[in-house]
């Protein structure tokens, strides 16, 4: 019975003691592993990792013996074999949810750092942090063993501040959300403009354009978060294009830096950012009876506990620089609809009518007042000839006297 047993044991040694694959015979990767062997691609809806094949072989190791954070039982956690690439791969992919992710155990860290880049302006930034390991399991039944230990790190920083629609990141019970190329921003953000101090009345721009000055609120508003996050409102500004990055823009507000007609209610304070502004006309319009411009505004996200720390501190003097608007990465900023201004001032007076102008001296046309002035002239010449014949005749009569 002893020696059904051993065979038993013996047949599972060899079958994990597998003979290397005639694919990493010849292959460059057919040695022992090394740290270098994992490549991760940290995507917008999915991690993906891969990891040569060959130097498992060599450990005497194959591709069911790796797994994701040891989670054993879960096969989900588990890798599949590709063979069909040179140099062969495990690969492992994982949707970035908050299902799989908590499923295969990875590790989550929210950092605050300082902002470098495109994030220069930022004093700081808070990313999200996804990492774990892939280790392998060693099949030996005894005491002992003769396989070294393979493990291999990941992780995928994605600055917070990016949203993915629909998509929802489980980082300790918290929604976030990412894309591609370091994340990019997306529609989970939405921009209105209203037309009251409550936000509660929509704003209707009519094709004639509104009046100079007239009092527009902004909301901003972010979905698809708990409550342990806020929106943080960095820069808006308006261009004369639909596109953010444009040279010539006018900023509303950046940092400490604000126009005077300019007013911000809420900025991080909650999943809301409101702040509103007077309607202005770009000079590049003069000849135009209608300016049309777009309102940008950059945007991120921060922790509640945090978000007070994020905002720029004005009781001092030194306030970020301004950033240049081609330096802002449009995939990071939300737009409006167009917004028209015709050339109208709010509280002008209206204008008089033509006929209210002229009502007191144009009554009459050309024609009659030309025979009233004919009749006035032939009156007051026939009372001169009256007044000198009456002169002419007394004297006569004095002078036959």
């Known amino acids: 019975m002893r020696l059904v047993f051993l065979v038993c044991q013996l047949g599972l040694i060899l079958q994990a003691d597998a003979q290397i694959p005639d694919a990493c015979i010849t292959s460059d990767t057919n040695r022992p592993p090394e740290n270098s062997d994992i490549t991760v691609v940290c995507g917008t809806e999915y991690m993906d990792l891969a990891i040569y094949l060959c130097p498992m072989y060599q450990a005497l190791y194959n591709e069911s013996l790796m797994v994701l954070n040891n989670q054993l039982n879960k096969p989900e956690c588990f890798g599949a074999a590709d063979w069909s690439v040179t140099p062969p791969v495990l690969k492992f992919k994982f949707p970035i949810n908050e299902s799989s992710l908590s499923v295969c155990g990875n590790n989550y860290k929210i950092t605050t750092e300082l902002g470098t880049g495109l994030f220069a302006d930022f004093s700081n930034v808070q990313f999200v942090n996804i990492s774990g390991i892939i280790t392998s399991i060693d099949p030996s039944a005894g005491m002992i063993t003769y396989r070294p230990q393979i493990l291999y790190k990941f992780s995928c920083n994605y600055p917070m501040q990016y949203l993915l629609n629909n998509t929802k990141l489980g980082v300790s019970g918290v929604n976030v959300a990412i894309r591609d190329n370091n994340g990019s921003f997306i529609s989970t953000l939405s921009m ?50 639909p596109y953010p990055m444009q040279t010539t823009y006018y900023d509303l507000f950046v940092g400490c830096e ?11 304070v909650s999943q809301n950012a409101h702040f509103s502004f007077e309607a202005f006309r770009f000079v590049e319009h003069k000849n135009r009876t209608v300016s049309t411009f777009y309102l940008h505004c950059a945007t991120r996200l921060c922790e509640v506990s945090t ?28 737009t409006s609809p167009p917004i028209f201004v015709g050339k109208k001032s709010t509280g002008d007076p209206q204008p008089f009518s033509a006929s209210q102008t002229a009502s007191s001296e144009g009554t009459y046309s050309s024609p009659v007042v030309a025979i009233i002035i004919c ?27």
């Open 192 to 241: 209105q403009l209203y037309k009251d101090a409550e936000y509660r009345e929509m704003l209707t721009i009519p094709e004639t354009g509104l009046n100079l000055k007239t009092k527009i609120y902004v909301a901003v508003k972010a979905t698809n978060l708990t409550d342990r996050f806020n929106l943080l409102l960095d820069r808006c500004y308006a261009t004369t294009s």
């Open 258 to 268: 604000r126009d005077a007609q300019t007013i911000v209610d809420h900025n991080g």
């Open 307 to 334: 978000c007070s720390t994020l905002l720029p501190d004005c009781s001092t003097t030194q306030n970020r620089r301004k950033r240049e608007a081609q330096d802002v990465p449009t995939n990071a900023t939300i």
């Open 375 to 401: 009749i006035v002239v032939i009156a007051i010449f026939i009372a001169a000839l009256t007044v000198y014949f009456g002169f002419y005749i007394r004297r006569r009569k004095h002078l036959m006297a």
